[in-house]
């Protein structure tokens, strides 16, 4: 089944997220998203909070640095709120943003191995195993979560870059794409993870979450996100261009499923205010393309 979700981003203060959670729950949107921007909101702070204030709304936290947390204490973090809530937890985690990470001191010289020796050992971890592993970034001697979930959750992975995504393909259960990403680059994106994949000698399948910029309105909106497209890339690629009623934002999001996106999730403008009808926008999207 095809996934669709909304993302309240860090640009709106913690206070505004128990409004905009309610309201993507009593609206019928099946997942909202959470990022770990340095230095704003805490992910697993927020994704407590949601979970406990909606029933069934489903919660990605995508994605939350690695070099900023200890595995063992994400791997508690996770396993936590899966033991909650059970199912409704969607666990991801990335690189960080190199000039925050440095920021605090805590920047990877080699980022691609940090997720090789985090990935595996979180998801080890959460699967109630005893890890004991001496990497160059990880380190556990005989380290077993008391409270592991009854069943472990997908973990993802943020990747832009071709090495980073086909290493998601290898030690994720699926790779997070951020906004800017046109269908094209989702169709390159998948086959890439898949080729790490299939490295790994792993058969399952692999979800692939895109991020998408998207307004909700009239003629207004279409050019606002046009300005805000143009700011960030220099010039509007039209497929990038999700604006409209829900029909029209159902009708141009349908290309990134056929790219293979396993999940899209319209993110809102930065200076989005009305983020109750942005979430009802969503619910009524979801209920047109049938996503769950």
Not at 160 to 174: C, I, W
Not at 214 to 223: E, L, N, P, T
Not at 273 to 292: C, N, P, Q, S
């Amino acid at each position: 089944m095809r996934r669709l979700g909304a993302i309240f981003t860090p640009y709106s203060p913690p206070e505004a997220l128990r409004d905009a959670a309610r309201a993507a729950d009593g609206s019928g949107v099946p997942e909202l998203w959470l990022w770990e921007d340095c230095f704003r909101e805490s992910a697993f702070a927020t994704a407590a909070a949601v979970l406990a204030w909606t029933t069934r709304l489903r919660v990605g936290i995508g994605v939350a640095p690695m070099p900023l947390r200890n595995v063992a204490a994400t791997a508690m973090e996770i396993a936590t709120l899966e033991r909650l809530f059970p199912g409704r937890l969607i666990p991801g985690v990335g690189h960080g943003v190199q000039s925050w990470m440095g920021q605090i001191g805590a920047r990877a010289a080699s980022p691609l191995t940090l997720m090789r020796e985090y990935v595996p050992a979180l998801t080890s971890l959460l699967a109630g195993e005893e890890v004991t592993t001496s990497g160059r970034y990880v380190a556990l001697d005989g380290v077993r979560l008391d409270w592991p979930p009854a069943q472990r959750p997908a973990i993802v992975a943020a990747g832009e870059g071709p090495k980073t995504v086909r290493l998601t393909g290898e030690v994720a259960d699926g790779t997070v794409l951020p906004a800017g990403s046109n269908p094209d680059r989702v169709a390159r994106t998948l086959a890439t993870a898949l080729e790490g994949r299939q490295a790994a000698g792993r058969d399952d399948a692999h979800q692939l979450i895109v991020f998408v910029s998207a307004g909700f309105g009239g003629d207004a909106a279409r050019a606002q996100l046009a300005d805000d497209l143009t700011r960030g890339n220099g010039e509007v690629d039209p497929a990038l261009l999700i604006a409209g009623d829900p029909a029209d934002v159902a009708r141009t999001i349908e290309p990134f499923f056929a790219a293979g996106a396993t999940s899209v999730i319209l993110q809102p403008r930065e200076d989005e205010t009305a983020l109750d009808e942005f979430m009802a926008g969503v619910g009524e999207v979801a209920r047109l393309i049938g996503a769950g």
